[in-house]
């Protein structure tokens, strides 16, 4: 491991968070103006990857009711998290990753955080579809859970409608490969790190999401940092009543490099536990991912052979997962 990689840098670029477009998509929710929604989302999607949405439709009260259980989760006692571990989940990768259980670049970064994983609950096991493993310990946990993963669909898929209209695309255009969309709805906490912080051991290493959507809420700490075309870190701070949405790598193969799945990572050196929750939204598993034909040109070629959805997004986690490269043996 090599503690002189050129394009991490530690020191973030204090800009203001004006850097990362903040839109609002009440018209979009509300569906007086999708197409204005589309037009603001679409040029940030080729210059940023990142924007923070405001008046997004979702009841404040249940994001803080899910903080609440995810604090309560992760003071559990080590045992009672480790029980649902993802490594027993078998292919649905479900359930609670410790401390360096995921390292996302791990050519150079031990990941220092821990996380828990579910989606749509269902009794078929099938890579990443299957039963959620729950902690017996907080029976309120389930519900809450399913009521934030249900919000979170009902928002992608509006966002969603909106980048198939700034690509020209019917607004549905997108949903004949998401009848039955991967999701991951994780919930994260990032003990703050003290003493000399070198990228070797971050929060979060340096990564693009592997799939379609991805819809974020952190919490007051702050720590997301956003890499630039430049290889500038800017920091992406907590913004009251907002979500942070970017695009990731299957879009950038859709829109043949036109919308930029782009580089994030986490430092957190505030000295306070930071929670955050991310909600991932992917296409079917099955669905086969390539450059639409209008991103596709003779001047500018096909960029990407086609893989399939789910596929792809193995790979990623078999490379990521501690336990998944034991088994491969990467
Ligand atoms: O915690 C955050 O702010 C970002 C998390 C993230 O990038 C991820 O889980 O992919
Ligand atoms: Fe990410």
Not at 242 to 250: A, H, S, V
Not at 255 to 262: C, I
Not at 264 to 282: A, K, L
């Amino acid at each position: 491991m090599s503690s002189s990689t050129p394009d991490i840098r530690l020191a973030s670029k204090q800009t203001a968070f004006s850097e990362i477009p903040i839109v609002d998509v009440s018209t979009l929710v509300d569906g007086s103006d999708p197409e204005g929604v589309a037009k603001k989302i679409g040029e940030i999607c080729e210059q940023v990857g990142f924007f923070y949405v405001k008046n997004h439709g979702v009841a404040e009260d249940l994001i803080k009711r899910m903080y609440t259980i995810s604090e309560r989760f992760f003071d559990l006692p080590f045992a009672a998290k480790d029980r649902l571990s993802v490594a027993n989940s078998g292919p649905t990768l479900r359930g609670y990753i410790p401390t360096y259980g995921e390292n996302v670049d791990p050519e150079h970064t031990r990941d220092f955080k821990e996380c828990f994983d579910f989606g749509a609950d269902e009794e078929a096991v099938s890579p990443f579809f299957g039963p959620n493993q729950m902690p017996a310990e907080l029976p309120e946990f389930e519900a809450i859970c399913a009521a934030y993963h249900s919000a979170m669909m009902t928002l992608a898929r509006k966002l969603i409608s909106a980048i198939a209209l700034s690509l020209d695309l019917p607004a549905d255009y997108f949903e004949k490969m998401q009848r039955k969309p991967i999701t991951i709805q994780r919930l994260l906490h990032y003990p703050p790190q003290q003493g000399e912080v070198t990228q070797e051991e971050i929060g979060i290493g340096a990564h693009t999401d592997y799939g379609f959507l991805t819809i974020l809420s952190q919490d007051s700490v702050g720590g997301l940092q956003v890499r630039n075309r430049d290889g500038d870190w800017v920091s992406a701070p907590p913004v009251d009543g907002t979500f942070i949405i970017n695009i990731g790598d299957l879009v950038q193969t859709l829109t043949n490099d036109r919308y930029s799945s782009t580089v994030h990572r986490v430092v957190n050196t505030t000295g306070r536990e930071r929670y955050s929750i991310p909600f991932f939204m992917d296409l079917d598993f099955d669905a086969v991912v390539e450059p639409l034909p209008s991103c596709v040109s003779s001047e500018n070629p096909a960029k990407y052979t086609s893989y399939k959805c789910g596929e792809h997004k193995y790979t990623r986690f078999a490379k990521s997962y501690a336990h998944l490269r034991e088994t491969v043996g990467a």
